[in-house]
């Protein structure tokens, strides 16, 4: 099955400095890759996501890039602030034999960002 | 559209009780899915369904939990009997058909003594 790898497991960065976070996967069939944003106590959210046909996307202060060949990809968030801090989680998505995308999440990151 | 929804949101129960954790999906989904989240394990996907029909339930820890979706709108997660060890978040999400995008729901927080 898919195994997905995130580093770090903890972030701290002062506002308005850059945050990378990084996953590895390893099926080679996944082809969709999200990334949720849960703040505490709260649902995970999609906040930005890639395809495979696609090497990278921006929205605003995110981006997220994927090299296919290495099964990386990563999560950038410029300019941060206080809002951001949070936990995020990478997933690999494969479309399944029973019809559906079934993602695999990575362990998370607990992003603080120090006003 | 008011999300997918879950109740209860906050559940605290006795070892040995059953507890039944109830979702609905966002109207029009036909795929429905329940997560375990943990410190320990992260985000642990335990059983999904299409169309009402369980398709993968690899996920599921024992034979003390069960889930069941009797109607396009409405799904159990049951385990009889709790333990400690279930302690943890339990999330619904929802998803289409064709559609990668799963849709979460608020979780129910689940603490057995």
């Known amino acids: 099955g898919e195994n997905v790898e995130q580093h770090p497991s903890t972030l701290s960065v002062q506002e308005g400095d850059s945050a990378v976070i990084k996953c590895t996967y390893s099926d080679s069939a996944s082809n969709y890759f999200p990334w949720y944003k849960q703040e505490l106590g709260k649902r995970p959210q999609l906040i930005i996501d890639?395809?495979?046909?696609?090497g990278e996307k921006k929205d605003q202060r995110i981006a997220v890039t994927l090299n296919k060949t290495a099964k990386h990809f990563s999560l950038h968030i410029t300019e941060t602030q206080p809002e951001d801090s949070a936990v995020y989680f990478c997933?690999?998505?494969?479309?399944?034999?029973?019809?559906?995308?079934?993602?695999?999440f990575g362990r998370g990151t607990s992003l603080i960002v120090h006003p | 559209d008011a999300g997918v929804i879950q109740s209860p949101r906050h559940e605290v129960t006795e070892m040995g009780q059953e507890v039944t954790l109830r979702c609905k999906p966002i109207?029009?989904?036909?795929?429905l899915f329940w997560y375990r989240q943990t410190m320990m394990r992260g985000l642990e996907l335990l059983i999904y369904f299409n169309n009402n029909v369980p398709i993968d339930d690899s996920g599921m820890p024992e034979d003390r939990f069960s889930a069941k979706m009797p109607n396009a709108s409405f799904s159990t997660l049951k385990i009889q009997p709790s333990e400690p060890r279930d302690s943890a978040v339990y999330f619904c999400a929802s998803s289409t058909q064709g559609e990668e995008t799963q849709y979460f729901g608020p979780g129910t927080r689940l603490l057995v003594l």
């Open positions: 109207s029009g989904h036909d795929y």
């Open positions: 890639i395809r495979s046909n696609v």
């Open positions: 997933a690999a998505t494969a479309y399944a034999s029973g019809g559906s995308y079934i993602p695999t």
